[in-house]
């Protein structure tokens, strides 16, 4: 199956897109904070990144789900910045500023992030995998451009927080091949408390149901692997902050059948030790009991990338 970018490369869409989502850092609206400000210029808004994208490491991943990591590993791209702050974030180091206020890793422009593209495709990567891109859209939109005309063909995986905006969604409209966005916290007032984002559940149905209108049920290859659809990973938190049981029956009525990630792996991270409700890790039953309201909705429940890594790590060791 042919990527979903290659013909809007060819018919020059896609770099009138890029056009427009680079236009757009000027009063920058990429992301639901719409802080306005001018990128190109070097204000900074709450992401805290520029006119070019900051990445803080790209490598071939085999801890994502098995469906994405294949034989080659998933070709995962951590951006720096996020538009979200969550107070429990496992990746706050980079997702975060540091305390100098300013993004860990290397700014790359469009070709560089372009080389770095082709680089994983030439190690063998099934997929490019963006990780946190909400806030670089435009600068993945302008390097997606040199690197389709210089030989990228492998499938683009969407992977964020789902704090995505509408006007953002529409540019990818196409262009993504496989949408793997979270389903955070349900609750608005939840949201503001450990995400930054009162609006965060309302902005993320939104999105979600305008990623499975793009891509629809996950389908894979011959090879397990997947080409193109949504998959929507979903953290348990404890005390059932994260709103499973809503999360799931939303999903079973709006993207009825799609593939979810139903997560156990929490641990109190970056600032969780300051919310009491957070401080400890999850009790006996809440994951069961989440992936059993996932079952019970009609969803496609898959693995928790965390078991299926240790899975492959002892297939490889062999016996003792």
């Given at each position: 199956?042919?990527?979903?970018?290659?013909?809007?490369?060819?018919?020059?869409?896609?770099?009138?897109?890029?056009?427009?989502?680079v236009?757009?850092?000027?009063?920058?609206?990429?992301?639901?904070?719409?802080?306005?400000?001018?990128r190109?210029?070097?204000?900074?808004?709450?992401?805290?990144?520029?006119?070019?994208?900051?990445?803080a490491?790209?490598?071939?991943?085999?801890?994502?789900?098995?469906?994405?990591?294949?034989?080659?590993?998933?070709?995962?791209?951590?951006?720096?910045?996020?538009?979200?702050?969550?107070?429990?974030?496992?990746?706050?180091?980079?997702?975060?500023?540091?305390?100098?206020?300013?993004?860990?890793?290397?700014?790359?422009?469009?070709?560089g992030?372009?080389?770095?593209?082709?680089?994983?495709?030439?190690?063998?990567?099934?997929?490019?995998?963006?990780?946190?891109?909400?806030?670089?859209?435009?600068?993945?939109?302008?390097?997606?451009v040199?690197a389709?005309?210089?030989?990228?063909?492998?499938?683009?995986?969407?992977?964020?927080g789902?704090?995505?905006?509408?006007?953002?969604?529409?540019?990818?409209?196409?262009?993504?091949?496989?949408?793997?966005?979270?389903?955070?916290?349900?609750?608005?007032?939840?949201?503001?408390?450990?995400?930054?984002?009162r609006?965060?559940?309302?902005?993320?149905?939104?999105?979600?149901?305008?990623?499975?209108?793009?891509?629809?049920?996950?389908?894979?290859?011959?090879?397990?692997?997947?080409?193109?659809?949504?998959?929507?990973?979903?953290?348990?938190?404890?005390?059932?902050?994260?709103g499973?049981?809503?999360?799931?029956?939303?999903l079973?009525?709006?993207?009825?059948?799609?593939?979810?990630?139903?997560?156990?792996?929490?641990?109190?991270?970056?600032?969780?030790?300051?919310?009491?409700?957070?401080?400890?890790?999850?009790?006996?039953?809440?994951?069961?009991?989440?992936?059993?309201?996932?079952?019970?909705?009609?969803?496609?429940?898959?693995?928790?990338?965390?078991?299926?890594?240790?899975?492959?790590?002892?297939?490889?060791?062999?016996?003792?």
């Amino acid at each position: 199956m042919e990527p979903s970018y290659l013909a809007l490369a060819r018919s020059g869409e896609l770099a009138q897109r890029a056009r427009t989502a680079v236009a757009r850092l000027a009063a920058c609206d990429l992301c639901p904070r719409r802080c306005g400000i001018n990128r190109p210029a070097g204000e900074a808004g709450f992401c805290r990144i520029g006119r070019n994208a900051v990445l803080a490491d790209y490598h071939q991943h085999y801890g994502e789900e098995a469906c994405l990591v294949g034989s080659g590993g998933s070709g995962t791209l951590f951006f720096s910045g996020c538009s979200l702050a969550c107070v429990f974030c496992q990746n706050w180091e980079i997702s975060q500023p540091d305390a100098s206020g300013g993004p860990a890793g290397e700014e790359l422009d469009a070709a560089g992030l372009a080389r770095v593209f082709l680089e994983l495709q030439e190690r063998g990567a099934e997929n490019i995998n963006l990780v946190s891109p909400s806030h670089v859209a435009a600068q993945i939109l302008e390097a997606l451009v040199l690197a389709a005309e210089r030989g990228l063909q492998l499938p683009l995986v969407w992977n964020s927080g789902g704090y995505d905006s509408a006007a953002t969604l529409a540019l990818l409209d196409g262009v993504v091949d496989i949408y793997l966005p979270d389903a955070k916290v349900w609750d608005p007032d939840q949201a503001a408390r450990l995400l930054l984002a009162r609006d965060y559940p309302d902005v993320a149905r939104a999105a979600l149901a305008e990623m499975w209108r793009q891509t629809g049920k996950l389908v894979l290859d011959d090879r397990g692997v997947a080409q193109r659809g949504l998959i929507v990973r979903h953290l348990v938190l404890p005390q059932g902050l994260a709103g499973s049981e809503q999360w799931m029956d939303w999903l079973g009525s709006n993207a009825p059948g799609a593939a979810v990630n139903v997560m156990g792996q929490y641990r109190p991270c970056h600032q969780a030790g300051k919310f009491a409700e957070l401080r400890r890790g999850l009790r006996p039953g809440d994951l069961d009991s989440a992936r059993e309201c996932a079952r019970a909705a009609g969803l496609t429940l898959l693995e928790d990338p965390a078991i299926a890594l240790l899975a492959r790590l002892l297939q490889r060791a062999g016996p003792c």
